[in-house]
């Protein structure tokens, strides 16, 4: 299956590695490595995530404490964004908070 990235979890993930960076190149490397294994297994298995929220998937990094959190349209899996799960939920994929 195809895999797009929008251009909000490409910031994001640009912006991860960067931060990874500063504490390490071979850190940074180790997180890109493991967002492109995360991607393989979504274009090999695309429904292999669990739905949690509306139509969004969130599947975790190996190693890292992030999710990328991806939705499934016709032939084609997108990314929307890549989430540190300690971080403050979007209700856009979370769904209503409180």
């Known amino acids: 299956?195809?895999?797009i990235i929008s251009s909000v979890a490409e910031n994001e993930i640009e912006?991860?590695?960067?931060s990874l960076g500063s504490d390490g190149f071979e850190l940074s490397d180790r997180f890109h490595l493991d967002v492109l294994q995360t991607?393989?297994?979504i274009a090999?298995?695309?429904g292999g995530v669990q739905i949690r929220s509306k139509m969004y998937r969130y599947a975790p990094l190996q190693a890292f404490r992030y999710?990328?959190?991806y939705s499934?349209?016709?032939e084609v899996a997108v990314v929307h964004r890549i989430r540190h799960m300690h971080q403050r939920p979007l209700r856009?994929?979370?769904g209503r908070q409180g």
């Open 39 to 41: 991607l393989r297994y």
């Open 44 to 46: 090999q298995f695309p």
């Open 72 to 74: 499934i349209e016709g």
């Open 1 to 3: 299956m195809e895999i």
């Open 15 to 18: 912006e991860i590695r960067n």
């Open 92 to 94: 856009r994929y979370f």
């Open 67 to 69: 999710h990328l959190i």
